[in-house]
T-cell receptor, first 115, second 112 residues
């Protein structure tokens, strides 16, 4: 019963490097989300998707890109990593065709440090 | 637009104390309401939910009642345990938005 799987769990990058955070879900959910959580803070939405081929910006999209070529996968790409992107990144998915009573299911997060 | 406001933490209680974490919301429609819990080093987990006015969500001894008249969804537990130490997030979702709106989170410390 995998749910939402994020890889890697930890990563250290140098300033200016790029990387892709992977997220996959096995629940056939159409809706998927990427959040960042800075230490001691709440969640900030980076990007989200309501289905394959459709993505939209959240409140903090700058410095990130996403794609959604399949229902299962929603990778988040960091181009030109900056220290301000040091954070914990969470992927989430949601089913039910967007009905409001459906909760989100979260992965365990990727802890990213930019040095 | 929609918003969620929850009490700021940290909240520190002794074991077996009564817990209340306040949450109020603003929404144009009839939202569904959620409480999520985040244990140290983990992602968020759904704790309970309520989808219409006067519904009571409950799980693991926690309860919250959807109060439309006061636009509130306060989280309560009669006797907390050390293992309840975590961050708690109130959230809402409605038909007008593809996103779930989260509060800023309340950190709870339970002392033995």
């Amino acid at each position: 019963n995998a749910g939402v799987t994020q890889t890697p769990k930890f990563r250290i990058l140098k300033i200016g490097q790029s990387m892709t955070l992977q997220c996959t879900q096995d629940m056939n959910h159409n809706y998927m989300y990427w959040y960042r959580q800075d230490p001691g803070m709440g969640l900030k939405l980076i990007y989200y998707s309501v289905g394959a081929g459709i993505t939209d910006k959240g409140e903090v999209p700058n410095g990130y890109n996403v794609s959604r070529s399949t229902t299962e996968d929603f990778p988040l790409r960091l181009e030109l990593a900056a220290p301000s992107q040091t954070s914990v990144y969470f992927c989430a998915s949601r089913g039910g065709g967007g009905r409001p009573n459906q909760p989100q299911h979260f992965g365990d997060g990727t802890r990213l440090s930019i040095l | 637009g929609n918003s969620v406001t929850q009490m700021e933490g940290p909240v520190t209680l002794s074991e077996e104390a009564f817990l209340t974490i306040n949450c109020t919301y603003t929404a144009t429609g009839y939202p569904s309401l959620f409480w999520y819990v985040q244990y140290p080093g983990e992602g968020l987990q759904l704790l309970l939910k309520a989808t219409k006015a006067d519904d009571k969500g409950s799980n693991k001894g926690f309860e919250a009642t959807y109060r439309k008249e006061t636009t509130s969804f306060h989280l309560e537990k009669g006797s907390v345990q050390v293992s309840d130490s975590a961050v708690y997030f109130c959230a809402l979702s409605d038909r007008e938005d593809d996103k779930i709106i989260f509060g800023k989170g309340t950190r709870l410390h339970i002392l033995p």
